[in-house]
């Protein structure tokens, strides 16, 4: 009969229902205590280590790689696969998920040279490669002038000091580099006959110009206005000088510091005029031996010939750190690092701990690159990137020296009128690179944003 339901036959079928549930229930649970441990790997970055690697385990938990770049949309490629751009507005991206191993990271954009590393990225770590910059492939400067004999930069970079030949003797110009307007400031009819100037510099107001004056053996002092021009120079009084025996000096933000004739460092305090040793013991002098001496987060360092010397902190013994060094020191301009060049090397030696990536300790000495040409000048680009000539070619070079430095040549001179080595200033406040050949100033702009 339709509708009838045979009780025999309805008890089976839920006996049969009941047991297939029964069995698909333990079956998802044997299924859900297998996988949860594995999802639950997962999520906290684990990852089978294929293909495995040397004093690995099979799972390994994976870590990341953050890079930061200028200029910003930068191609990212890993073991020359792309990856992706960095970002639009900070120039940074991460990379996650990536399992323990050394990985060939390169970062390339049209028309800037390719940057790239072999960086270590270890189990639960953010390897950082930050301060990353991509320089042009080339750069063309302009002359601003010619048939000069030396140049120097205002502190705010608005204003040139260039000196120039006359047919008297020289000449003193004042270049302005946004008018783009050159005028007179004074010659050397100014000054007393057969006098040479040393040691200009520029206030840092960058208003006037002190130099110093030497004629028959007397050294006298001047200062010359630059808001107006034509400006006679005036002499003036040094307020803080060393003593006339002593062999160099540096002035501090306080205190006076000076060679004397036996190798000591002294100090003499600028409101007393007390003067105190501060080195234990004497630096090699010889009858002729030049100086030079610097003071930096209370490092002291001496040059004297073409020796380096370090003073370090509540230390009285100098201690030499290089030979045949060819340059000044430099500091960067965060004020941790110094850069040196001899000839042909160049080095950086950290002031400070850094504690980010790569860490350094503080007295810690990098060496940067070894040129083929000699090194005729050195400038921190930044305080991550130098930049320096190197026979007739310009380069930059990074500091970071994980793996292999990067170095970029970013101009040649192609026909120098002369053999006369490259000087170059890097005005970072408004991102213009000044090149001097002997006789003509070149200008570019070099930003990278």
Do not use: H
């Not at 000091?161 to 007179?184: C, D, F, H, K, P």
């Amino acid at each position: 009969m339709q509708g009838f339901k045979d009780p025999c036959k309805a008890t089976l079928k839920d006996k049969m229902t009941s047991k297939a549930r029964k069995i698909l229930f333990w079956t998802f649970v044997i299924i859900f205590f297998l996988a949860a441990p594995t999802l639950v790997l997962y999520s906290q970055g684990y990852r089978v280590n294929w293909p495995p690697q040397p004093s690995q385990k099979m799972i390994v938990k994976t870590g990341g790689l953050f890079i930061k770049a200028l200029p910003k949309q930068a191609n990212l490629y890993i073991n020359g696969d792309f990856i992706k751009k960095t970002d639009f507005f900070f120039g940074s991206t991460l990379v996650e998920n990536l399992l323990p191993r050394t990985y060939k990271v390169e970062l390339k954009k049209d028309n800037y040279q390719t940057w790239e590393k072999n960086l270590n990225i270890a189990e639960g770590q953010v390897t950082e490669a930050k301060q990353i910059i991509l320089f042009p492939q080339s750069i063309t400067p302009t002359i601003i002038a010619r048939n000069i004999l030396s140049f120097w930069i205002s502190p705010n970079g608005q204003k040139i000091a260039i000196m120039a030949n006359n047919n008297n003797g020289w000449e003193m110009e004042l270049y302005e580099t946004a008018q783009n307007v050159t005028s007179r400031l004074f010659s050397s009819d100014n000054l007393p006959k057969e006098a040479s100037i040393k040691d200009l510099k520029w206030t840092d107001d960058s208003l006037s110009l002190n130099f110093q004056v030497a004629q028959n053996g007397q050294i006298n002092y001047y200062s010359v206005n630059t808001e107006n021009t034509p400006s006679i120079p005036i002499k003036t009084i040094l307020a803080e000088t060393a003593p006339i025996d002593a062999l160099c000096s540096f002035k501090s933000e306080v205190d006076l510091f000076y060679i004397n004739q036996n190798g000591f460092v002294v100090k003499k305090e600028s409101l007393t005029s007390q003067t105190t040793q501060v080195s234990g013991d004497s630096l090699p002098v010889g009858k002729n031996s030049t100086c030079s001496l610097w003071l930096y987060n209370g490092y002291i360092f001496a040059k004297m010939d073409s020796d380096l010397y370090e003073l370090a902190p509540n230390s009285k013994q100098f201690q030499k750190i290089f030979s045949d060094i060819a340059s000044d020191i430099i500091l960067s301009p965060d004020g941790a690092k110094i850069a040196w060049s001899s000839n042909s090397e160049i080095w950086v030696m950290y002031l400070k701990d850094k504690t980010d990536q790569p860490q350094k300790n503080a007295g810690d000495q990098v060496f940067i690159a070894r040129m083929s040409k000699k090194i005729s000048d050195l400038q921190w680009f930044n305080s991550d990137y130098l930049i320096f000539a190197s026979g007739q070619e310009i380069r930059t070079a990074e500091i970071d020296n994980r793996d292999k430095i990067n170095i970029a040549a970013i101009f040649t001179i192609a026909a120098p009128q002369n053999s006369n080595p490259l000087t170059i200033k890097w005005d970072s406040i408004n991102k213009n690179l000044f090149i001097f050949d002997g006789s003509a100033l070149f200008e570019t702009p070099l930003a990278i944003e």
